[in-house]
């Protein structure tokens, strides 16, 4: 039969906790709020703010301790688990490393820009979509050599991912430079903005795919482009609503 693992509870005043304590849900990433009364904390949090100074109990009064309650409060509910404190320092802290390691680090993070890895991801994506048509789009990660520097890719994937090739990351490179060519900052607003733009693209291709393959790649970035678009327009609304609020409650709008 299996074992139970019973958790003690314990109720704690939400005062108690700075608001680094708290969690932040994508309501608060996206919109930047979030009601007070969904807050959740942490679980390992600590109580810092407000806290009453305790006399050092005599002998008698351990033994009560041990059995009396904490103080009941209805707002922020935690399940507690003893867990044996580590026996050293040195276990907590990880070993700093040299001067030389982080400037090697941080000149191969500079080197990866973001567009690259969405490119790269991009590609993986549409290497996935057609590899029953045409294998050599990419190669699963798992059949990838594992050296120390892997790639963001590699690491990310549990050897599912396609590593899209060399001429396909070509072309996803090509397709990134005309998409913002062709649609600037926002969308274009012709007709079959996907076939206008796989023609512009197909005559520099030195290496000719799919062109299934090449309208799944403009399609993708567009759909990400669109998703931009829309999120940036709701953070505007949420802060025009909020403006709006502060004019009849004669209160600093926040963002």
Known sequence: MRKRKYF???????????????????????????????????????????????????????????????PVSNEVSMDVEQTPASSSIEEQTPASSSTEEQTAASSSTEEQTPAKYKAKYIAGYVAFRFKSTDKTLGIETRQLETTGDQDWLQVISRGK??????????????????????????????????????????PQLKIKILREALLCLIRTRTYIRLREMNRAIAIANHRQKRRKMSKFTNKKPVY
């Open 161 to 202: 991912c396609m590593y899209p090739s060399d001429k396909l990351l070509q072309c996803a490179r090509i397709m990134n430079i005309e998409f913002a060519k062709y649609h600037g900052s926002s969308l274009n607003k012709e007709n079959l903005i996907f076939q206008n733009l796989a023609k512009i693209i197909e």
């Open 8 to 70: 003690t509870k314990i109720w704690i005043c939400s005062k108690h906790f700075a608001d680094e304590a708290f969690t932040k849900p994508l309501q608060e990433h996206l919109l930047g709020y979030s009601p007070i009364r969904t807050r959740k904390i942490h679980p390992d949090a600590i109580p810092t703010l407000h806290l009453h100074a305790v006399p050092p109990l005599t002998s008698n009064e351990n033994v009560l301790a041990e059995t009396m309650p904490l």
